[in-house]
């Protein structure tokens, strides 16, 4: 079975800074997508970001970035430039045909 | 487009009663889902709906829950007899046809408390 695995339940950034959000997954599937989605303070979750499986490029959209090691099963996202609006619950998420698996959760404090 | 929409937002209940939710997915998204969410955790998938056609179903899923998508386009999740451990937020998901990985929308949720 697919898991996935986020270990830092909690995250704190101060603004403008970096800080990179860990998440590894286990699988036998060869086709597969990951995900970081955010979900905000009694708001709705959002895609942040995407991966394919196949590709080995890293993903980017803007101040968010991503390095996937297929190899190592690791998929950590980092955020540049740190905003106060960035904090919120991050969920990484493994998608392999029909079903959609999330990790427990990063929750991400950005201190002004 | 509004987006997807769920309702009731919240739902109070008494142990052993029926509850029925519904999801209104962005209009031309043909694949659905369904997910549980308790506190502190990420969302648990429940069930997949391509079409009408429901495609995947966890196992988690007991006896007592049943998904429908009659049409293609509204869903409604019934929960029969709940249990406090039923007690969640109920989100909805549509994603649009093509890639079977295409992102997901979110619904706002449904919140039950079963007492």
């Known amino acids: 079975a697919q898991t996935v695995t986020q270990s830092q339940p909690e995250m704190s950034v101060q603004e403008a800074e970096t800080v990179t959000l860990s998440c590894t997954y286990d699988t036998s599937e060869s086709d597969y997508y990951l995900f970081w989605y955010k979900q905000p303070p009694s708001r709705q979750m959002i895609l942040v970001i995407r991966?394919?499986?196949?590709?080995?490029q890293n993903a980017t959209e803007n101040r968010f970035s991503v390095n996937f090691q297929k190899a190592a099963k690791s998929f950590s996202l980092k955020i540049s430039d740190s905003q106060l609006g960035d904090a919120a619950m991050y969920f990484c998420?493994?998608?392999?045909?029909?079903?959609?698996?999330f990790g427990a959760g990063t929750r991400l404090f950005v201190k002004a | 487009d509004t987006g997807v929409s769920q309702n009731p937002r919240h739902k109070i209940t008494k142990r052993g009663q029926n509850v029925t939710f519904r999801c209104d997915p962005i209009?031309?998204?043909?694949?659905l889902y369904w997910y549980r969410q308790t506190l502190g955790q990420g969302p648990e998938f429940l069930t997949y709906?391509?079409?009408?056609?429901?495609?995947?179903k966890s196992r988690l899923l007991s006896d007592r829950f049943s998904a429908e998508r009659p049409k293609g386009s509204f869903s409604t999740l019934e929960i029969q007899r709940t249990e406090q451990g039923d007690s969640a937020m109920y989100l909805c998901?549509?994603?649009?046809?093509?890639?079977?990985?295409?992102?997901?929308?979110f619904g706002p949720g449904t919140r039950l408390t079963v007492l």
């Open positions: 209009s031309e998204h043909n694949r």
């Open positions: 991966q394919e499986a196949y590709k080995q």
């Open positions: 998420a493994y998608t392999g045909g029909f079903k959609t698996i």
């Open positions: 998901a549509s994603s649009p046809r093509g890639q079977l990985y295409n992102e997901q929308f």
């Open positions: 709906f391509q079409n009408e056609a429901q495609l995947e």
